[in-house]
């Protein structure tokens, strides 16, 4: 099993260009998460979608948009890039909203913007 | 506000010796509690969890946490370190109740030198 799938796996961007970052996962997990992670900062939630069909922003939402296109796949979208974007973003699933389950995570992506 | 501390940035400990690596988490009722590992230019790890049960929770790689709730700690053990443990290390606890999602620690850089 692939468990959660990232593409790409780096990229640079220009100030002001935009990119849709995908994320597929193959457990049949109801739950998916975006997160970017900064040096010194840890990891920080950017949007989540609890269940097909709803997602809801997480700490720093701003400069980014989701979509759940179904169950298995949820897109994160930069539509005007800015180097503040600089980061390495993860992608992860859940079987459910609630309950003692942990996350699985992808193996991210490294993002520059110039 | 629930919050999970990692009290200590880096821990260094020499090969062959027993390592802890520490965790607190302030968050209310009965939470899940996990750890994960990263490896340089990788997603994270699931490594183990308490979900009820016997304090001490043993894991994958020779890990071992100790839950102690009058003291609201997580803490992450092995009896003797190897120079592949070195990676950085998240502490991870999910609410029971309904708002769900994980909240992470900052992170624990552990360093094993030969």
């Known amino acids: 099993n692939a468990g959660v799938t990232q593409t790409p796996k780096f990229q640079v961007l220009k100030t002001g260009q935009s990119m849709t970052l995908q994320c597929a996962q193959d457990?049949?997990?109801?739950?998916m998460y975006w997160y970017r992670q900064d040096p010194g900062m840890g990891l920080r939630l950017i949007y989540y979608?609890?269940?097909?069909?709803?997602?809801d922003k997480g700490e720093v939402p701003n400069g980014y948009n989701v979509s759940r296109l179904n169950k298995r796949e949820f897109s994160l979208r930069l539509e005007s890039a800015a180097p503040s974007q600089t980061s390495v973003y993860f992608c992860?699933?859940?079987?459910?909203?609630?309950?003692?389950?942990?996350?699985?995570f992808g193996s991210g992506t490294r993002l520059t913007v110039v | 506000a629930q919050s999970v501390a990692q009290p200590e940035d880096q821990v260094n400990v020499a090969e062959g010796n027993p390592l802890t690596v520490k965790c607190t988490y302030s968050?209310?009722?009965?939470?899940?509690l996990f750890w994960y590992v990263q490896y340089p230019n990788r997603g994270l790890q699931f490594l183990l969890k308490?979900?009820?049960?016997?304090?001490l929770v043993k894991g994958s790689y020779g890990f071992e946490a100790e839950f102690n709730k009058s003291q609201t700690s997580f803490h992450l053990k092995k009896p003797s370190a190897l120079v592949s443990d070195s990676a950085l290390y998240f502490c991870?606890?999910?609410?029971?109740?309904?708002?769900?999602?994980?909240?992470f620690g900052q992170g624990t850089t552990l360093q094993v030198k030969p």
């Open positions: 979608s609890a269940s097909e069909g709803t997602t």
């Open positions: 968050v209310s009722g009965n939470p899940y």
């Open positions: 308490y979900i009820t049960g016997d304090n």
């Open positions: 992860a699933s859940s079987p459910e909203r609630v309950g003692p389950y942990g996350y699985t």
């Open positions: 991870a606890v999910r609410p029971s109740s309904n708002t769900g999602k994980l909240i």
């Open positions: 457990m049949n997990h109801n739950s």
